[in-house]
Every structure is written in structure tokens, then in C-alpha cells.
């Protein structure tokens, strides 16, 4: 068989996990590098040339010209491939294991730097500090909310609606169709309920012709489209701006900065591994652990056990 057939039949294999066209799209991005580095000619490749030292030397060609994380996805996506063609009967086993990988760095939280940070960032949003063509503060103050008492992803946000947030009054609850197809539950406070009605009284003013059913996306761009994930992550990066937080706003994070502050504030106030994890949506409990033990909080106590802090005290005592 072809190496695209087979890359067809690997998609279509793939079709009852639900995986979201994120996940798909990298899929086929990975897929489609290494083949043209297999050959220059892809359409004629067939699965037996699939071997340990062809795949040696493309994922080396490829390694020169993409960072670590890329390179480690593209394993990840070959290996489940190469899997696929072995339980098909393509391929007698999976030449994955004699090309060499990336180790997978460890997750460092890149919570916002300062304590005011998140207090700063939500009063200068609501404010109307964000002086871009068309200022929209309802919607900037919900976007940011749901990054820091949520701690929603930004493909999270995008897929919420009027009908994501149900419950009696007070006790509302935010459903979220989560990465991986693990939807969540979330529970919000009154003040949440108000940000998110000012914000659709916002909708209705600025769009008095549309109708905004409960299914209707909630968060729009300024035609009033379901807004993409670039034009939000352009909305949140400009906040920290015109907020003058920018330079507290961690290397390689930006919206996801404010779900990384919201579990990091979350294991600095007690809560456990398995709470974290449950409102997170993670997929493992070692992911949520990994804020725990990177608090300030928690660092802080480990130091000050340390018995040679008793001699100093000691010292200035004498």
C-alpha cells in the first residue's frame, strides 16, 4: 500500500475518537513533513519503504530546522502511524523504536509574574484601558475572567455558548467541552453570571439585528462572528499591553498564562492534586501535581524546614 493511502486509512481508523480538528490538522502537518523527507516523490512511497534508517534520516533533516517540542510531537504522530500500519498487517513491526527522540522537557507552570498581576490586568480591562479600533471591555473582562477563575483553554472559550453556563442562581455552573473530549463541569460565583450578561447586553446593543440563541457561540469577533483563535490570542496579548503587564507575562505563554495562574493560585490556596485536576480537565494526575509543587508557597515551607535556619536565628540572637 501507499504511505497517503495508508495515511488516509490511519485518519479514518481515528474518526470514533472525536479528535478535535486541532489535533487532526497536527496530525496531518506531521505526517506530511516527514513523507517529504522520505521522498520527492510522496505519491509513489509505498509502506515497505518505511524503514528504520529512511526514518532516521528524515526526522534528522527534520530535527535541524524544528525545536524540540516539534520534533517530539512528530515521533508521537509517526509512532501512533507506524502502530496503526503494524496492527493492519502493513508493516511486521514499528521501525518508531530505532529513531531517536527528544526527551520530553518537564512542565514548568508559567503562572503571570506578580501577585497584583491578575487584580491589575482585570481592573485595567474593565476600564477600558485595551484602546483598539473598536473597544470592547465587556468582552475583555469575560475572556480574561474565564482564563483566571476558570482556567478555560483558549479552544475551551471558543466553543462555549449561552448554554454553557446552567444552574440555580448562585450555585451556576460553566460547562466545558474539554481537550481530549473530557468535558467538565466548573463552578462559577454569582459575579461570573453578571460579567457574562453584561457582556450579552453588549452583543445585543452592538448587533441589534442578530438574534443570540443559546447555541449561538458566545464569544465574537467585531463582526459579530464566532471569534477565530488567533484573534483571540491578539485580544489577551494586547490586554497585558495597553495594561502595562506585558513584561510579567512569561516567555511562550500568553493566554494560556492566565489558565496557568488560575491552577497555581488554586495550589497555593490548598487545593489538592485531584481538585486541580478535575477542574483543569487534565488528562493525568501528575500534570496537576506539577503546580503544587512549583508554589511559592510550597518551596517556601521546604526552605524554611531547613534546619540550619534554627543556627541563624541562633546567631542573631547572641
Known sequence: MKVLEAQQAFFAARRPRKDS?????????DLAGITALLSDSPDDLSVEDLTAQALRTAFGAFADGHAKSSVLRAWSTWNQFLTFCVSDGLLAGNPMGAVARPKAPPLVPKPLRGEDTPERLLTAAAGGARQARDPWPERDVLVIALGLVAGLRSAEMRTLTARSLAGRPG????????????????????????IIEAYLESCRRRFPHERFGR?????????GEPIGRGGLEYLVKSCYRWAGLHDRVPVGANLHALRHTFATRLAEDGATA????????????????NYIEATGREQRAAVASNRTYQALDGVLGS
Request: proline share 7%; charged share 25%; hydrophobic share 35%.
Open 274 to 289: 485531584s481538585e486541580i485536576m478535575t477542574l483543569l480537565g487534565h488528562a493525568s494526575l501528575a500534570t496537576s501535581q
Open 171 to 194: 450555585e451556576m455552573r460553566l460547562h466545558v467541552h474539554g481537550k481530549g473530549s473530557r468535558d467538565r463541569s466548573i463552578p462559577v460565583q454569582p459575579v461570573m453570571e453578571k
Open 215 to 223: 447555541s449561538t457561540p458566545l464569544l465574537l469577533d467585531r463582526a
Open 21 to 29: 480538528p486541532h489535533t487532526t490538522d497536527a496530525y496531518r502537518r
